[in-house]
């Protein structure tokens, strides 16, 4: 074979093997990477319309977020992660050394959960002057703490001294109050106090222009309007007066003025007929279910 003739061939299965790879990259390498390509271009492109609306909604977020940041800003409650009955109750003395002094007892009936925050329940019982209790629910619900007044009751007594024979008017309550908490980290310090609680003032709708001649408790027969019920037992209910004196009745003994018509024992209720100076009414009491908390406030 001549030099010339081998140079030919070496020439031929060069230009094949170029032309082999050349086919293989045009005709199969590149519309592999090409189709890979429009993969990823359809999905960036899936990406991209996914993300209309998003810069708005973004927008959106950022606004609640601010208004939220303002409204926490602004915010005069101080909200804790836990509360418990003891805690509440020295809340509670810490408030009437602002308002003045009541009797009242605490009774713990529970925690509760809501959307996002939980709650004790408890039940308050006690009785005082007008505007103590007035200045005291003031202060619970202007006060740096979450404690929210769900229900109340109040109820004017007039009473008669059987010693001196002066009246005076007491006003017994009974309320069911929230102590509010949740876990809500990052809050900024809030500056409120008790001290900082401004009272508005009030006229008391309970003073009476005309006494109504009520006698005086010469047997010293419980006051049911001033008592808490503790416990129904058979035919017989056991009575806590204001005093803390325990008395024990059936239906129709007496208590002052008036008597015990009806225990209903179902309900836990005792039902009584008062007659304040020819007005006869109803008065009921219920027991009262919890957890004391700890023993009976005094006024000093």
């Not at 708005?56 to 800003?73: F, M, P, S, V």
């Not at 009785?127 to 004017?156: A, D, Q, S």
Request: aromatic share 12%.
């Amino acid at each position: 074979m001549s030099y010339k003739l081998r140079n030919i061939i070496v020439l031929s299965v060069l230009c094949l093997i170029l032309f082999s790879v050349s086919g293989y990259i045009v005709f199969y390498h590149y519309p592999s990477k090409i189709k890979e390509v429009e993969k990823k271009i359809t999905a960036v492109k899936k990406q991209i319309a996914s993300l209309e609306g998003v810069e708005q909604e973004y927008n959106n977020i950022d606004k609640i977020i601010k208004e939220k940041e303002q409204r926490l800003a602004s915010l005069d409650k101080r909200i804790v992660p836990a509360v418990t009955p003891s805690e509440s109750y020295r809340y509670l003395i810490s408030i009437l050394e602002y308002s003045g002094m009541l009797d009242f007892d605490m009774l713990f009936q529970g925690t509760r959960e809501g959307k996002g925050y939980k709650y004790n329940v408890y039940n308050i019982k006690g009785e005082g002057p007008f505007y103590v209790i007035y200045e005291f629910i003031t202060y619970l619900e202007k006060g740096p703490l979450f404690y929210k007044i769900e229900r109340l009751n109040l109820r004017m007594v007039e009473s008669r001294d059987k010693d001196t024979k002066m009246y005076k008017i007491i006003i017994p309550f009974e309320m069911e109050i929230w102590a509010l908490f949740a876990d809500v980290p990052d809050l900024p310090p809030i500056k409120k106090t008790l001290a900082s609680v401004r009272v508005p003032q009030v006229t008391n709708p309970f003073y009476p222009f005309i006494y109504s001649n009520l006698p005086a408790n010469v047997d010293s027969l419980p006051e049911v309007e001033r008592a808490d019920l503790k416990a129904i037992i058979n035919d017989r209910i056991i009575l806590a007066d204001a005093e803390g004196t325990i008395h024990e009745l059936k239906e129709g003994d007496r208590v002052y003025l008036g008597y015990l018509r009806r225990i209903d024992a179902d309900n836990n209720e005792a039902e009584f007929i008062l007659n304040k100076g020819g007005i006869v009414e109803k008065f009921s009491l219920h027991i009262r279910f919890g957890e004391e908390t700890k023993g009976k406030t005094k006024s000093k």
